[in-house]
């Protein structure tokens, strides 16, 4: 069995998989129920000076199709809606009951994380995070927190910021950088209405999920070549394969919103578990083994010249290379046990490669 395990900071978690501020942590119950659902750390909704009035509606899934299924999410979420004073006098304690690693997040101006932050840290809360949420002033913050705590900080930054530059410039102030925040403002229409899904002013919500994934893997690529502090992936994790993808370029562990809310509190530790079985299957023995791999290969080395190499034992002549072929370059024929890529018209487009659900396609 491969070590899946994590520490970063002092934190230590039995495996990477943690939750995010949001709905899925919006008490300690809630984060209790992800904690026996195999999370490894827990991270609670952000808190502020006052508690949050959202509109209703305020989430709303991305389908694929009509009946298709989900790739994200909108949302209108805010902060949390319940006073800070219950999280100080009950929440913190009922998620910290769990055992595991809790931070707590807060926001969102130097002057209310400075009042707020060493409440929290009286609270037990094991490190704190923030977030600016797009409005800016991480450098602010970051000298304000760590003025009055000594518990360790962690900045979570947003996709639209230079995210390289921003975390150099906080590094000096922060023991981490969570990356990546929601990414909008979007718009979604019920075309049975015709109004918005969300009933934030002007219907605009802030996207999550399966979408978001290349967004959040670009950015947390960008910042962990920028510093020498750990990183947390945010942004799309539904599966072991994305946890591996974060930790491959450059992750400490990630966190998990969306797919909870989609999937439920079991998820965290079915992620977890993918997580295991495919360091396993590929012959490693922790996570370590292959953090930061993919960081020296985005120097535009990774090419491909025409026709992929194909592996006939993975191979099942399923017939979804042929239809993402755009070229006509592939022929698959079942009944024939064919498999044929006329090099010629192959454009090493790398399309087949990526669609392949058996990994039985790669460059040559």
């Not at 605009?204 to 910042?223: D, F, Q, T, V």
């Not at 920028?226 to 799309?236: C, H, N, Y």
């Not at 024929?333 to 487009?349: P, Y």
Request: with cysteine; aromatic share 4%.
């Amino acid at each position: 069995m491969a070590d899946i395990s994590t520490e970063f900071a002092g934190l230590k978690l039995k495996n990477p998989i943690m939750t995010a501020a949001g709905p899925t942590s919006r008490d300690g119950m809630a984060l209790l129920n992800a904690a026996a659902g195999g999370a490894g750390g827990l991270v609670a909704k952000t808190v502020s000076i006052r508690p949050a009035n959202v509109p209703r509606p305020n989430m709303a899934a991305l389908k694929n199709g009509p009946i298709g299924s989900r790739r994200g999410m909108l949302n209108a979420e805010l902060w949390s809606e319940l006073p800070v004073e219950q999280w100080l006098e009950r929440e913190y304690a009922i998620a910290l009951s769990s055992g595991l690693p809790l931070i707590a997040s807060v926001g969102y101006t130097p002057e209310e994380v400075s009042q707020l932050a060493p409440k929290l840290e009286k609270a037990r809360v094991n490190a704190i995070e923030f977030s600016t949420h797009y409005v800016g002033g991480h450098t602010e913050i970051a000298k304000a927190l760590k003025e009055v705590v000594d518990i360790p900080i962690f900045a979570k930054i947003s996709p639209k910021d230079n995210v390289a530059e921003v975390a150099k410039s906080i590094e000096p102030y922060v023991d981490g950088i969570v990356g990546i925040n929601t990414y909008g403002p979007c718009l979604r229409i019920n075309i049975e209405t015709g109004k918005p899904s969300l009933g934030s002013i002007d219907g605009y919500g802030w996207m999550s999920g399966a979408a978001l994934k290349p967004i959040a893997i670009r950015c947390i690529s960008e910042i962990a070549r920028a510093v020498d502090i750990p990183v947390i992936g945010v942004g799309g994790v539904t599966s072991g394969e994305d946890v591996i993808e974060f930790t491959m370029v450059g992750a400490s562990a990630v966190q998990v919103c969306t797919e909870s809310i989609l999937k439920g509190d079991t998820i965290y530790g079915k992620i977890a578990k993918q997580t295991d079985d495919w360091l396993n299957e590929h012959g490693h023995d922790s996570l370590d083994d292959i953090r930061g791999k993919a960081l020296p290969h985005l120097d535009g080395s990774a090419t491909l010249a025409p026709p992929p190499e194909v592996d006939l034992e993975k191979c099942t002549l399923c017939g979804l290379c042929p239809k993402s072929c755009v070229y006509g370059a592939i022929t698959v024929d079942k009944k024939e046990d064919l498999f044929e890529i006329d090099k010629d018209i192959c454009e090493a487009c790398g399309m087949c490669i990526s669609v392949c659900p058996h990994h039985a396609l790669s460059p040559s």
